[in-house]
């Protein structure tokens, strides 16, 4: 049980270019799963190699449980990691690759069987402690590398990806149970995906990253409702919110032939700027019979419970936007709808910046 | 049909491998001396007797095996060495692993004369010159060591070729299980012994067996430092083949050990090739 506190932490491969982890102050409460999120290169994993002792920390701290570890080996910082590629011991059994972190901690044999009996079972392995690797299936290996990380019963799990090589259907099994595992065990847990839906899931707390800064740290639901700037806005959800460079004018901004409204606080702090980045989640637009935006139908999405129509507006084909519509929609392709703005899910942003107005 | 074309390099391949050999063991079956014209005739299996009562034979037989193990196991366990010193960076490493290749694209030939005359020779040599500070006089190494010289200048040039196929599977090793074994508290020696080495052990047996292959057939550094003697002391067998059959001109005699040499080396080889196909077979399944 352990916080785990990165204190203007930074990655600086080469001196002078731009750091692959910049200045990041993020804490983690004792027993949370925090998921760090972000596009290749968002420095989402270099920032867990930080922690887990791969990759040395340049400038800044890092503490786990109020120890500087910045000058700690990874192997006495009491951390266990799940690795992307699983990084099981090819040449070793199921129990051999379970119990190598007690054997090199010399742990007595007792002990190791019994750690490696309990794992084995709380993660249905059991009956494959003798086989080797390569004779288990992708989510059987995803299990054992589980295993090696909780029979250590650390302080902090590291998780880079961990599921990113399972199909789509075991990756939702697995993704609940890696969630409810960590409940079970209550262990820290430092979590790093690209898959948004991963982290709107499995995170207590969810960190947004962008080219090596962190963006927002929020619980989930905060996130979708409260992205702090644009970045954020359209990387969280799916499909992504939908984002507008707009003119202004009136009291609000003007989408295609039908005026969006917005806020006093927004239009104060948007000044005089000519033009606010709008965006509208896909749930926020509905279709209507007759007023609103008129749109032009490219693809229509049916997913059973709902639809989701990409549509270019009427009078502009650059202006695209997603509306989420009914299920079993009758809407079809190259037919023009009409969509409606709830004016009061309107997210708007700086268009320069993209930080957000009136937060 | 289609694989007609391919006909002429088979019956080419068939008349200069298969028809020599049945040659050989037709005059394996014959006792006939060069230089006693008018001596052939059939003997069946009596040159086959002697050669398994000739205790020369056995003597250069177990030479052969300690000169080809030896010489395969010692430049090993080197490559494994130098191999495991150029994975890792340096300054100047592409020069350093060039300069440690260079032993291999030598001659045999030119490398034999080399160990025999600059470097072994007892009055002019480099070894007693780089070791009289510590009382070694004009030792005469190939005349002492005769079997030990000569695996010497082998090992010295497989070597490089061991080191370059460990380095190749050096390379080839996950990183992220390095990583993982030592968040999980291995130092270097326990991942050297519970990964590296189960990780290598192909490569190492692929290594053995090539150089296995090669080194059995070693004749000209045996040749050139020191013609199989003292006696036959240092002689292997495709020495001592040429020796009874070019110097003694006995056709018979030396066709018969000829044709045994052949038998024992097929054997040994099979079970060998099939454990090195079985462990890289058993390799692949895991990929």
Redesign the interface.
């Known amino acids: 049980m352990a916080e785990v506190v990165f204190d203007r932490a930074s990655r600086i491969y080469t001196p002078g270019a731009t750091p692959a982890v910049d200045g990041l102050s993020l804490t983690v409460d004792d027993g949370e799963l925090v998921v760090l999120v972000g596009p290749s290169g968002s420095g989402k994993s270099t920032a867990l190699r930080m922690l887990a002792g791969l990759e040395p920390i340049d400038a800044g701290h890092l503490r786990i449980d109020g120890r500087d570890v910045v000058d700690v080996p990874s192997k006495d910082r009491d951390i266990a990691m799940v690795f992307q590629s699983y990084a099981l011991y090819p040449s070793k059994t199921v129990w051999d690759n379970m119990a190598f972190p007690l054997k090199m901690r010399g742990m007595d044999k007792a002990e190791q069987a019994r750690r490696v009996n309990e794992a084995a079972e709380i993660l249905g392995l059991t009956e494959y402690l003798d086989r080797k690797p390569k004779a288990l299936s992708g989510g059987q290996r995803q299990r054992v590398a589980m295993g090696r990380a909780i029979v250590r019963e650390p302080q902090v799990f590291l998780m880079d990806e961990p599921l990113s090589n399972l199909d789509a259907k075991m990756r939702v099994q697995t993704r609940a149970q890696i969630a409810g595992l960590q409940n079970r065990l209550d262990v820290t847990t430092v979590y790093v995906t690209h898959d948004q839906v991963e982290a709107m899931t499995m995170g207590d707390r969810v960190a947004v990253l962008r080219d090596g800064r962190l963006q927002q740290y929020a619980t989930p639901s905060e996130l979708y409702d409260h992205p702090v700037n644009a970045f954020v806005a359209g990387f969280i959800g799916s499909p992504a919110m939908n984002l507008l460079d707009l003119g202004r004018a009136g009291d609000g901004v003007r989408l295609g032939d039908v005026d969006v409204p917005l806020r006093r606080e927004v239009r104060d702090s948007a000044g005089d700027a000519s033009t606010v980045t709008i965006g509208v989640r896909p749930e926020d637009l509905s279709l209507s019979d007759g007023d609103g935006v008129k749109a032009v139908v490219d693809v229509v999405e049916e997913l059973g419970s709902e639809s989701y129509l990409y549509a270019h507006l009427a009078d502009d084909e650059a202006t695209t936007l997603v509306v989420r519509g009914p299920g079993r929609t009758r809407v079809r392709y190259g037919e023009t709808i009409a969509v409606r703005v709830d004016p009061e899910a309107v997210h708007a942003f700086d268009s320069a910046s993209g930080e957000r107005l009136a937060s | 049909m289609r694989r007609a074309p391919l006909l002429p390099a088979l019956v080419f391949t068939i008349i200069v491998t298969q028809i020599p050999f049945l040659l050989t063991i037709f005059y394996s079956l014959q006792s006939w001396n060069l230089v006693r014209p008018g001596s052939q005739q059939w003997v069946w299996f009596d040159n086959y007797v002697s050669v398994f009562q000739d205790s020369q034979f056995r003597g250069v037989a177990l030479n052969t095996v300690i000169m080809t193990l030896g010489s395969v196991l010692i430049a090993v366990v080197l490559g494994l060495v130098l191999a495991l010193l150029l994975n890792r960076h340096f300054v100047g490493r592409g020069v350093v692993r060039t300069l440690l290749v260079t032993p291999f694209l030598i001659t045999p030939v030119a490398a034999a004369l080399l160990w025999k005359t600059t470097l072994l020779d007892p009055t002019y040599g480099l070894v007693n010159f780089v070791l009289s500070p510590f009382g070694v006089g004009e030792e005469a190494w190939i005349s002492d060591f005769p079997l030990a010289s000569v695996m010497v200048a082998l090992i010295w040039q497989w070597t490089p070729f061991m080191m370059l196929l460990l380095l190749a599977g050096l390379q080839s090793m ?1 990183t ?2 390095i ?8 130092g270097a020696w ?1 991942i050297f012994r ?2 590296t080495l ?2 290598l ?1 192909r490569f190492i047996e692929l290594g053995t067996v090539l150089g296995a292959i090669y080194l059995v057939n070693t004749f000209d550094a045996v040749y050139m430092i020191t013609q199989g003697g003292p006696g036959t002391a240092s002689a292997n067998l495709p020495f001592y083949i040429y020796q009874r059959a070019f110097l003694g001109f006995d056709i018979g005699q030396s066709a018969a050990m000829g044709v045994v040499v052949v038998v024992m080396t097929i054997i040994v080889a099979t079970f060998a090739l099939r454990l090195v196909f079985r462990s890289f077979g058993a390799a692949e ?2 990929h």
Do not use: N, Y
Request: glycine fraction near 10%; hydrophobic fraction near 30%; avoid cysteine.
């Open positions: 996950p992220d299980q990583e993982a074994a030592r968040m999980d508290g291995a326990a519970e990964l189960p990780h052990r399944g895991s």
